[in-house]
T-cell receptor
């Protein structure tokens, strides 16, 4: 039982490049989330998926897209990376009845 | 919409001293409350949660928190800290009626335990 896994762990991009962050969970959770963490700002929700087949914007969705590929996988895409997207990105999953979110180890992204 | 304020960005303490990390929230409706811990270069893990029932909630690693509805607070406490408690702590709130299981996080409190 690996919990929530994220790939890659580290990534450096040039401005304008694109990339996809991958997330998978093996806990049969319905809901999945993408957050970004910046110093002094806590975690901010980018997008979430309440269940397979649905996605919704969170607090800071601009510059990102997501895909809920199936119940296990939820990917985050940066189409044209900007230095302001330099951050640590966390994926999480939860069941709706416990409200407890389980987090992956994070992806540290630097955009130069 | 709900919001969370963690009143201290950094809390330095000595080993075996008690500690309190303060969290206030604002919401016009009933909320669920959480404390998460993040060790360096790791993801977040749940310390404890309040959904309903007793206002004193016990969590892992000897931490506890008290839900105070009149003061809209959910402060985290530990009577005697260890070096290994050094980490960043996040308070979070969820409004199940309007936002389901989505969480709003505070800015975090860095707890540093010194020998």
């Amino acid at each position: 039982n690996a919990g929530v896994t994220q790939t890659p762990k580290f990534q450096v991009l040039k401005t304008g490049q694109s990339m996809t962050l991958q997330c998978a969970q093996d806990m049969n959770h319905n809901s999945m989330y993408w957050y970004r963490q910046d110093p002094g700002m806590g975690l901010r929700l980018i997008y979430y998926s309440a269940s397979e087949g649905t996605t919704d914007k969170g607090e800071v969705p601009n510059g990102y897209n997501v895909s809920r590929l199936n119940k296990r996988e939820f990917s985050l895409r940066l189409e044209s990376a900007a230095p302001s997207q330099t951050s640590v990105y966390f994926c999480a999953s939860s069941t709706w009845w416990t409200y407890e979110q389980y987090f992956g180890p994070g992806t540290r992204l630097t955009v130069t | 919409a709900q919001s969370v304020t963690q009143l201290d960005s950094q809390v330095p303490v000595f080993e075996e001293a008690p500690v309190e990390l303060r969290c206030n929230y604002s919401s016009s409706v009933s909320v669920y409350l959480f404390w998460y811990v993040q060790y360096p270069n790791q993801g977040l893990q749940l310390l404890l949660k309040y959904l309903s029932g007793s206002t004193l909630v016990k969590g892992i690693n000897g931490f506890e928190a008290e839900f105070n509805k009149s003061q809209t607070s959910f402060h985290l406490r530990k009577p005697s800290v260890h070096i290994s408690d050094t980490a960043e702590y996040f308070c979070a709130v969820s409004n199940p009626e309007t936002s389901g299981s989505r969480l709003t996080f505070g800015e975090g409190t860095q707890l540093t335990v010194n020998p």
